[in-house]
């Protein structure tokens, strides 16, 4: 959207902040406290111990693949799970025992979940007339709410006459035109193109700058997340893995799943020879290359390591030219036009696969199969703990 | 082109014989209602409205089809909320033993109405008398919740489950969620359940005769008691009256079809316009 559209709404904003709520709250309502929660069903422990602070007001994104414990950890703030142990706080107030229709938390499904039999009017005004709200106002209500995801003129239509993102659009105002403090997406981009899906990220961001709502959003896009979030947080095996913006859990991931997951890398395995400043470390390749990293983590000299380095971070070279001296040699094994790059693919001698992102006119003569040498500075390459489970 | 027209046409001539060996025996009976002769001669010699008069006359008739229509009233309802019921914990909650709860809710298909009428009978012998008008629309209603059942759960099963679940953090309880949202969805379907049900409980003939005494005979038995002892010539214009109610219900059904599938078809039209 232009800033021509955002100008035009932000003193819409300020109208209705100027309304009575009817419900009001604290002033910084909004803000969520998980306690070591826990969601176990039989022998499977789906979430394990999850705490987390969530501040009024701040887009934070549940983040994992199928089975890491998000839409758990999700459907119990929600209310539709019950967690095993630990406590859910919403505002200060416990809301374990409280149904979901009486937490007053909105949420946005994947599958859009408008409800077919009314029209898109009836679909935004459902809970300000369960809130039992006088008409006049849940007229305006709605009016405001369409107009807030530019549909003014879609109201009489029926849910199945809107486009996937049309749908959306209107779920989004279903769910915030009672302006719960809290409002859960659940995956609500997938079913969309990927054009479509970029523009709604927009939407999204520009929806929460304006009413200003806690969100809690629920991907395995770890683009969408990195686009959305003001934190992410990492979910592996129904654990938190790592908390952090967005830069942070990209620039420094503290493992190696959130190296891998969050964004393309390479990855060295190696053995850490020696401290070779403060901060920086010599890493035995499995070639006996030897290289400096950056290292943050405190480990013992020998201990088996891998170095993380993002694709955009590496140069190529054709050996025998100018290349630095601390390049690691690499056969090509693909290479794809992306337009604004080149992405590479391709074999170290060390055995290790690499990612390598370049500009498109470095990328002449670097054939596939011709042997290159890559290269970065050691403050780009991290340096992580192997895992016993990454073999 | 030709051989097309000509499969066609032949295909027209076997349908509506396939129609008419189906409907013509039960259609008979409005000639035979207007009969003027008192022992149901074939063909008819001549028409009157006489035994029309006479049956509207009769007070032990009116009795049989007031209570007709009031039990397959009465059966339907219940019916129709017993199976909602069953058919929304079916597919919407984790029952336990749910295969087995699906299997018997689907016997009274199966199990012989004879059997079933038997087993009512010795019911009723137990409990005290004029239990008739409190048995027979419970008989009834079982009888038919299998069939509602199976069209709810169909209408259900179609519908997303996740409907409810958006309604309830809208702030609706699960039961407003249900009566707002998920009524309406599958409306169409409690509705064709209810007029089958009633249907059945209008011709319903094997178990109400275990159940009904003299004073209380629904019109099928009355019917069946008629002809036991005389050629009577209101048997005719009895089974013209009932096939007028099945006919309007049946009516009714394919409307309630029609509707629906056009609501379901509108807002399409509407988005390719």
């Not at chain 2, 001669?41 to 209570?67: N, S």
Request: proline share 7%; charged share 15%.
């Amino acid at each position: 959207m232009s800033i021509g559209t955002a100008e035009t709404t932000s003193p819409r904003s300020d109208r209705r902040a100027g309304r009575t709520d009817p419900s009001p709250g604290p002033a910084h309502a909004g803000t969520l406290q998980l306690r070591s929660v826990r969601k176990q069903y039989g022998d499977v422990t789906a979430v394990e111990g999850v705490t987390l602070d969530i501040a009024a007001g701040e887009f934070v994104t549940l983040l994992g693949s199928s089975g890491s414990g998000k839409t758990t950890t999700l459907l119990m703030i929600a209310g539709f799970e019950r967690p095993t142990s630990g406590e859910l706080i919403l505002d200060g107030r416990r809301i374990n025992d409280l149904p979901p229709h009486r937490r007053n938390i909105g949420m946005m499904f994947q599958s859009y979940s408008l409800f077919p039999h009314m029209t898109v009017e009836q679909n935004i005004a459902y809970p300000l007339k369960i809130r039992k709200m006088p008409k006049r106002e849940i007229r305006e209500r709605v009016a405001d709410a369409l107009e807030l995801v530019h549909l003014p003129a879609h109201g009489k239509r029926y849910p199945t006459e809107l486009s996937g993102g049309q749908q959306q659009r209107i779920a989004l105002a279903r769910a915030t035109v009672y302006r719960p403090p809290l409002l859960l997406m659940d995956e609500p981009l997938s079913a969309l193109d990927r054009r479509l899906r970029s523009s709604m990220q927009e939407e999204i961001r520009r929806i929460h700058r304006d009413l200003g709502t806690t969100v809690v959003y629920v991907t395995h896009d770890q683009e969408e997340a990195l686009a959305l979030s003001d934190r992410i947080v990492l979910m592996h095996d129904g654990a938190i893995a790592q908390v952090g913006p967005p830069a942070e859990i990209y620039d420094h991931p503290t493992s190696l799943f959130s190296a891998g997951f969050v964004g393309e890398s390479t990855q060295l395995l190696g053995h850490l020879a020696a401290a070779s400043g403060p901060g920086r470390a010599d890493v035995v390749l499995s070639d006996g290359t030897v290289v400096a990293a950056s290292c943050s983590a405190d480990l013992a000299v020998g201990a088996p390591v891998v170095i993380c380095v993002r694709p955009e971070h590496m140069s190529v070279a054709l050996p025998g030219s100018t290349a630095p001296s601390s390049g690691v040699e690499m056969v090509v094994r693909d290479k794809a036009f992306m337009g604004d790059c080149v992405h590479m693919t391709g074999r170290f001698v060390t055995g290790d696969d690499g990612v390598v992102r370049i500009q498109p006119r470095q990328a002449d003569g670097l054939d596939v199969g011709s042997a290159v040498v890559v290269s970065w500075e050691a403050g780009n390459a991290l340096i992580l703990p192997r895992e016993s489970s990454q073999g | 082109m030709r051989g097309a027209r000509a499969k066609r046409l032949v295909l027209w001539v076997f349908v509506c014989a396939v129609a008419a060996y189906l409907v013509l025996p039960a259609l008979v009976v409005i000639p035979m209602s207007l009969n003027s002769s008192p022992f149901l001669q074939f063909p008819p010699p001549g028409f009157t409205t006489e035994w029309y008069t006479e049956f509207f006359a009769d007070p032990l008739w009116i009795r049989a089809l007031w209570l007709t229509v009031r039990v397959a009233v009465i059966s339907a309802v219940i019916a129709v909320v017993v199976g909602t019921a069953v058919a929304y914990a079916l597919t919407r909650r984790q029952v336990p033993l749910h295969r087995w709860f699906d299997t018997l809710f689907g016997l009274p298909i199966v199990v012989p109405v004879v059997v079933y009428g038997a087993g009512a009978y010795v019911l009723i012998v137990a409990l005290p008398a004029g239990m008739t008008v409190v048995l027979l629309p419970l008989a009834h209603a079982t009888l038919a919740i299998p069939f509602v059942v199976t069209n709810v759960r169909a209408a259900l099963e179609t519908t997303d489950a996740r409907l409810e679940l958006a309604a309830q953090t809208l702030g609706a309880s699960p039961l407003t969620a249900f009566r707002t949202v998920v009524l309406p969805t599958i409306a169409p379907a409690v509705g064709a359940g209810a007029l089958l049900a009633v249907v059945l409980s209008l011709d319903e003939t094997v178990v109400s005769l275990f159940l009904t005494d003299g004073g209380t005979q629904t019109m099928p038995v009355r019917m069946f008691a008629s002809i036991s002892y005389e050629l009577n010539p209101l048997v005719p214009v009895a089974s013209t009256v009932m096939l007028g109610l099945t006919a309007s219900a049946g009516i009714a059904y394919l409307a309630i079809r029609l509707a629906a599938r056009a609501a379901r078809r509108r807002p399409r039209v509407a988005a390719s316009s």
